[in-house]
């Protein structure tokens, strides 16, 4: 079993800064990509931000330059750092993991359970 934990979401004021986590636990030999996943309501899920298990990172047009996204490997957690918050950054937030349970065999995606965050004007 495994299980990805989020936590870190809330209410911020627009401008404002909040730092999200996402802790994997359980039957892992190791983790591929990881990313955060965001849905507003009445829009489609969308990709925010993701990182490889080498550190190179994605992200979406719309937080390029105020979202900056980071992972411990030891720690199988993954840090997004939201700054300069809008309105429009108000969603459900979901970690993504991409996990093999052992040595050779594929990887599987996980989400979690999601988190909410509220930017208010």
């Known amino acids: 079993q495994v299980q990805l934990v989020e936590s870190g979401g809330g209410l911020v004021q627009a401008g404002g800064s909040l730092r999200l986590s996402c802790a994997a636990s359980?039957?892992?030999?190791?983790?591929?990509?990881m990313g955060w996943y965001r849905q507003a309501p009445g829009k489609q899920r969308e990709l925010v931000a993701a990182?490889?298990?080498?550190?190179?990172?994605n992200y979406a047009d719309s937080v390029k330059g105020r979202f900056t996204i980071s992972r411990d490997n030891g720690k199988n957690t993954q840090y997004p750092q939201m700054n300069s918050l809008k309105p429009e950054d108000t969603a459900v937030y979901y970690c993504?993991?991409?996990?093999?349970?052992?040595?050779?065999?594929?990887?599987?995606?996980?989400w979690g359970q999601g988190t909410q965050v509220t930017v208010s004007s």
């Open positions: 359980g039957s892992i030999f190791s983790i591929d990509a």
């Open positions: 990182i490889t298990s080498g550190g190179s990172t």
């Open positions: 993504n993991a991409h996990i093999r349970y052992y040595s050779g065999s594929g990887n599987y995606a996980h």
